[in-house]
C-alpha cells in the first residue's frame, strides 16, 4: 500500500509543486518506485510542470478527467438514471512514464475549475482520501501538492496523508504561515483521532548558495527555533536557489535531467530525496 505525503504551507511561492515534481520524478527514476503525484491545486502547476505547458493544454481540449471529478462526482447525476455518475481511476490518472523494473509515474493533474469545489464544499473532503484508497494498491508513494491556503482540499489531503511535509523559502515573513499549520493540523488530530498524520518536517528550499543573504541566515535560525517548540524535524540537506528549478518547470523536465543543470545542484537534490525517502520509511 502507498505511503501518502502531503507538501504544504499555507504561504505561497515557497517551492511545494517544484519538489512534489522532483521528488516524484526521483523517487519513480532511481528507487523503481510506483509514483502517483496529485495536483491539488486549482493553479494547477504541478500538472504543467510535469506534462510542459502545451501538452498541458492539449489534455484540457482532450476533456480529460482531474482532480475536479473527483470532487464534483456527485454534483451530475447521470442525466438518464439521475444516479451519482463515479469517477473512475483510468479516466482521471494520466501515466506519464513507466520503466521495465515496474517503476511507474502517473499524475491526477489539475484544472482552474477546481476553485468550484471551494465554493461547495459540503460533504466533499472525504472523496480524495476515497479515490486514493482505491488505487492505493497500485503504487508505493502517492505526493499531494497542496495549495497555498487553507480550505477543504487541505482537510481532504490531511485525511489522505499519512505524513506530511513543509518547504519553506527562509525569507522574511517565513515563519508566519508556520503556527497556522501547526494549529490546523493540532486540530484535525484532535478531530479524526483514528488517523495517523505525522509531521515529516521542514525542508529549507530556494536559499542562496554563497553569499547567503543576512536575513536568510536570520530566517532559517527563527523557522528552526520554531520547528523545535513543535519537536517538527528539519532536514539537514537545503534544496538552494538554481535557476535550474524554474528552467526544468518550464521545460517539463527533472532537475537531473534538466538542460545545463549544475553537478551540485543535482547531487544536492539527491541528498533532499534521499532523506525525504528514509522520514517516510520508502529507503
Ligand atoms: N530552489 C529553487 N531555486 C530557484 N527557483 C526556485 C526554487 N524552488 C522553486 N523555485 C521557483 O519559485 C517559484 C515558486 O515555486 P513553486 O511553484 O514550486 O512554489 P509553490 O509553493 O508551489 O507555489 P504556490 O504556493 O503558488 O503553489 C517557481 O517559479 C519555481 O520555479
Ligand atoms: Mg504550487
Known sequence: MAVVVSMINMKGGVGKSTLTFNLAWRSAWKENLRVLAVDLDPQAN???YFLGASNYLKLLDNNHKTVVEIFEQF?????TTGAPTLVKPSEVIRGLRKWN?????DLVPSRLELSWTLKNPTEKSQLLPQ????VQGNYDLILIDCAPTESILTLSAYRSSRF??????PEFLATIGLPLLARSLDEFRLMHQDQEIQMGGIIFNDMRRTGTPPEQRQSKKDVTALAKTHSWHVFKSVAHHSDSYPTGS????????TSYARDYVIGEFHKVADEFLVKIGLK
Do not use: M, W, Y
Open 46 to 48: 504541478l500538472s504543467q
Open 75 to 79: 454534483s451530475s447525476p447521470n442525466s
Open 101 to 105: 523494473d515496474g517503476s511507474l509515474l
Open 131 to 134: 479515490f486514493l484508497a482505491k
Open 164 to 169: 506530511v511535509f513543509v518547504p519553506v523559502r
Open 250 to 257: 518550464r521545460e517539463g523536465t527533472p532537475i537531473f535531467h
